[in-house]
């Protein structure tokens, strides 16, 4: 009976001590690498016209990436909204090493003051949130390498002379650990904060 006893105990203790590393291996299983983006330089811009080698500036921190054309009525607004609750959530929770990236597919219209504007006018914060822009042939090249895709679709000229256009387009946010790897996909316009949120931060631990 003592020899059962101590058997039982010893495998509780033993449970005890493995049963996070599981937890962590379950983790990082659940986040597998969907594109590895971690050898490219894409030369971008920010709303601040700054030159951004992307995601090569970003690596050390976990990047939760969303993609917009600015004239978009309806998709767009909402996956920039949601990562807007993203970010602050994060923060409630005092979680930093966290950057917030909204690139366009639509650079020829949105330039760096444009996006600038964008941020400003939904009163966004900055302080760890870039939008980028670049030439069509770089940002192309970035949507194709992961596999977002944008078709012009229906145009509209407007009474003020303006011309309205619009695009047919994946709806994406995209989760990218410190190495420059994407781990996750989401519907950028139906994105569950909580889930995202958890998913930032195993891949800051």
């Not at 010893?10 to 379950?26: C, V």
């Not at 050898?39 to 995601?55: A, G, H, R, T």
């Not at 600015?70 to 979680?95: F, G, H, Y």
């Amino acid at each position: 009976m003592t020899k059962n006893f101590f058997s039982k105990k010893s495998l509780k203790y033993l449970l005890l001590l493995i049963l996070p590393a599981l937890i962590l291996i379950n983790c990082g299983d659940s986040l597998p690498i969907e594109e590895d983006l971690s050898e490219k330089k894409y030369v971008l811009f920010n709303q601040d016209s700054v030159e951004v080698i992307y995601p090569e500036n970003l690596k050390g921190k976990v990047a939760v990436i969303g993609y917009v054309f600015t004239n978009c009525p309806d998709i767009c607004p909402l996956t920039t909204n949601n990562m807007r609750l993203v970010q602050e959530a994060l923060k409630k929770e005092n979680i930093t090493g966290v950057e917030f990236v909204t690139i366009t597919f639509d650079p020829e219209y949105d330039t760096p003051s444009v996006l600038k504007e964008y941020a400003e006018v939904r009163r966004l914060d900055t302080s760890n949130w870039i939008f980028l822009t670049g030439d069509k042939s770089t940002t192309d090249k970035v949507m194709r390498d992961v596999g977002v895709v944008a078709v012009p679709s229906d145009s509209t000229l407007m009474q003020s002379g303006e011309m309205m256009y619009f695009y047919v387009h994946t709806d994406r946010i995209n989760l990218m650990d410190k190495e420059g790897r994407i781990r996750a996909s989401y519907l950028g316009s139906e994105l569950n904060i909580e889930k995202i949120a958890t998913d930032t931060k195993t891949l800051l631990n």
